[in-house]
C-alpha cells in the first residue's frame, strides 16, 4: 500500500532571490512559520516512521510566471520542515549539541537525493487562489544496475 499525503499552505512559497535578500533572523522567522503551519495542517497524519524514500511534488500557485532557478531553489525552507531532525556528534566532550534539521516534522530521512525525489512545479493562479500545495508519496527506490 502506498502512503500519500497531501496538504495546502496558504501562501506561496517565497522565490529564491526574495530568500537571498532577507536577514538571516526573518528567514529563520519565515522557516518557522514555515514549520508550524505545516504541523498544523498535517496534525494526525505524519507517519510514524519518516519514509526512507519518497516523491516530494511542490506546486506554487501563484500570479507571476517565476524562472525556473528561483522557483527550484525557493523549496528549500519547505523541504527543510519535511525532513527528520538529527543529532550531531560533537566535536569536543564541552561543546553545545547540536541538531541538523531542527525544524524538521519527519516526514522523510533526508532531503538528499538518496531519499526523495523532488518535483517543483509553477501554477499560474488569480491572487485569491494563491497557496503552495505538497503531496508526498511513499516509494520504493529502485536499485540501479550497473551495465
Not at 40 to 51: H, K, Y
Not at 80 to 106: E, H, I
Request: with cysteine.
Amino acid at each position: 500500500m502506498t502512503y500519500v499525503i497531501t496538504f495546502r499552505l496558504s501562501a506561496p512559497f517565497p522565490l529564491l532571490n526574495q530568500q537571498h535578500r532577507m536577514h538571516f533572523r526573518r528567514y529563520k522567522q519565515l522557516q518557522t512559520r514555515i514549520m508550524h503551519e505545516i504541523a498544523d495542517v498535517t496534525r494526525g497524519r505524519r507517519p510514524a516512521e519518516p519514509f526512507p524514500f519518497a516523491l516530494v511534488r511542490v506546486e506554487r500557485h501563484s500570479c507571476g510566471q517565476p524562472d525556473h532557478d528561483g522557483l527550484v531553489g525557493g523549496v528549500k525552507p519547505v523541504l527543510d520542515c519535511l525532513t527528520t531532525p538529527k543529532q550531531l556528534v560533537a566535536r569536543k566532550p564541552t561543546s553545545r549539541a547540536r541538531v541538523r534539521n531542527p525544524m524538521g516534522l519527519g516526514f522523510v530521512v533526508d532531503d538528499s537525493p538518496d531519499h526523495i525525489l523532488l518535483e517543483v512545479v509553477h501554477v499560474k493562479t488569480r491572487h485569491a487562489d494563491q497557496c503552495t500545495l505538497v503531496t508526498i508519496t511513499e516509494a520504493v527506490r529502485q536499485m540501479q544496475v550497473a551495465a
